[in-house]
């Protein structure tokens, strides 16, 4: 059974810290391309940084270049998002997602960035 679980969302101070992590089973991890996503309320979803199946290339929106960092594990199949220097407009819901030709989804994380 294929899953994508994220984790470590929650409620935070605008300049603060969270680490998000998505953990993947069911598939060849290492084999995917893995990106986070966020739909803020009433907005679209858009993409926030991928990172390559070896994890070698990384991509950023430039709202969050220089305050996010995506990173992998394949050993532990799973991604990492850490994000500082939160604004509130990063309050949204997180999604990874992962993809090869095949394409799959974890079911999101709030995360909530107060003034």
């Known amino acids: 059974q294929v899953q994508l679980v994220e984790s470590g969302g929650g409620l935070v101070q605008s300049g603060g810290s969270l680490r998000l992590s998505c953990a993947a089973s069911?598939?060849?991890?290492?084999?995917?391309?893995v990106s986070w996503y966020r739909r803020a309320p009433g907005k679209e979803r858009d993409l926030v940084a991928r990172?390559?199946?070896?994890?070698?290339?990384?991509y950023y929106v430039d709202s969050v270049k220089g305050r996010f960092t995506i990173s992998r594990d394949n050993a532990k199949n799973t991604v990492y998002l850490q994000m500082n220097s939160l604004k509130p407009e990063d309050t949204a819901v997180y999604y990874c997602?992962?993809?090869?030709?095949?394409?799959?989804w974890g079911q999101g994380t709030q995360v909530t960035v107060s003034s």
């Open positions: 069911g598939f060849t991890f290492s084999r995917y391309a």
């Open positions: 990172i390559t199946s070896a994890g070698v290339t990384t």
């Open positions: 997602n992962a993809a090869s030709g095949l394409s799959y």
